[in-house]
Structure formats: C-alpha cells, structure tokens
C-alpha cells in the first residue's frame, strides 16, 4: 500500500480511457478508498464501474467549461488528490491549415483547463492538504514538430504548473508535474508514435511520486532520458527561489 494514497479520495478527471483508467486502476490497488471519475460522457465509465463497485463515483465534467469543473469541485469537496488528466492531442504542424483554430483547442483544453480545474479546487485542497497532479508531457520541454501545437500548449500547461506550486505549495497544497514521453495510448498513435510506455506504468510512477513528495516526474525509458537532461536546469532555475 502506499502510505500517499491509502484511504485518501481521488478525483481523476479523463478517467475513462488511457492513462486515466490506469490511474484509476492503480490508486485503488494502493487504497484509495474512493476515486470521482470526471468525465465528459457518462455512459463511458461501464466498466470501470463494473470492476470497482461503490469505490468508483462517475460525474460529468468537461475541463473546457468553467461551469463544469467549477460544479465537479463542489461535488467532491471530500477530495485529497486531483490529477488533472484530461487532455487533447492532436497532430497539427506550425504552418498548416487551420493552425490558429487548432492551437486555440489545444490551449482551451490543456492549458485553460489547467486553470479551472486549479482554482475550482484551490479551496478544497488547501483545506486537505491536498495534492494536486498535472499531466504535462516531454513535449513540454521540447517541441515535436508534427505535434507542434499540442507541443507548445503542454508548455503554457507546464509554465503554470511551476506558477501553482508556488502559489499553492504556499497553501500547503504539493503541486506534482508529470512528463511522460510516448505513451501507448490512442492520442500517442494519431500523433505518429507507435508502441510508447504502457499506461499503467505511467499509473504507478505517479503514485510513486506522490509518495515521494517530488515536483517532476518522469515515468518511462523516454521520458528519464530528458529528465536526466533535464535535471540540472530544474535543480537550478525551475525549483530554486528567486524571491531574495
């Protein structure tokens, strides 16, 4: 059991596929004693519900509507974990067709959302103690060409993510920042990555890294060769205080 997530109530929003059903999955093999399922169809978490029983609540949301999270947080005031999962990822190139149209869907989603889902329940997770989780992506750090816009709105994603841990780490609140690299998922196969990590091992590096209390994680093969990379800049730029 991991002593994070042992009876703590989890809200998992995207929880319906991919890399959301593995953290679903994942968390209440650790002892979660209940996870909310926040997604936009309903009907999409059968089976999950099947599996799971009463640990497992389903309420509609949609990260790309502020009525929406701002409902979902009142509804799970009890929450102690919210891994904001939800996410779009479509191929698009930086000179394309309908690449303004494009980026803006992206940044609604990835980034906008972001921002509800943080201030919806800033309240609740200060009150908690809380962790709140956002899945940010390698492509964060660096730009895939063919995934270009989706690239840059996991970087506006990624800059705000280092903006809440400040403001909500002053709160109490642990603010935790995950990049996976390429993962078999089917968002991963329209982008053109084939194969990828598996989803739940990506599930288990982060309630590993709840556990362990750190602001990055790097879940896969992938994804360690940039944190590696990445380490000294983060050490030295991204987690050091700049306010003296």
């Known amino acids: 059991m991991n002593k994070a997530i042992k009876d703590k109530v989890i809200v998992v929003t995207g929880a319906n596929r991919g890399i959301g059903a593995a953290i679903v999955s994942t968390f209440l093999e650790e002892g979660a004693s209940k996870v909310y399922l926040a997604v936009r169809d309903v009907k999409s978490t059968k089976d999950l519900e099947s599996k799971f029983g009463d640990r497992v609540v389903t309420i509609q949301a949609d990260v790309s509507s502020t009525q929406s999270i701002q409902a979902l947080a009142e509804k799970t005031t009890d929450a102690n ?5 939800a996410g779009v990822g479509t191929p698009q190139a930086t000179i394309s067709d309908n690449v303004e149209e494009d980026f803006k869907f992206q940044l609604e989603v990835n980034a906008f959302g972001l921002l509800r889902v943080a201030n919806a329940f800033a309240n609740t997770l200060e009150k908690n103690k809380g ?25 506006a994603s990624y800059s705000l993510t280092q903006g809440l841990r400040t403001e909500l780490g002053a709160k109490g ?25 598996t989803t739940e091992s ?10 362990q209390g750190v602001f990055h994680i790097f879940p896969d093969d992938m994804a360690k060769q940039v944190g590696s990379a990445y380490q000294s800049f983060a050490e030295n730029i991204v987690l050091a205080d700049f306010s003296e």
């Open 81 to 85: 974990i919210v891994i904001n999962n």
């Open 131 to 155: 962790v709140l989780v956002q899945l940010n992506s390698i492509a964060s750090m660096k730009n895939f060409a063919q995934v270009s816009t989706y690239s840059a709105s996991k970087a």
């Open 173 to 197: 609140i642990t603010v935790i920042s995950v990049h996976p690299g390429p993962v078999a998922t089917d968002m991963g196969k329209s982008a053109g990555f084939d194969g990828g990590a």
């Open 202 to 211: 990506v599930a288990k590096a982060i309630a590993a890294g709840i556990e």
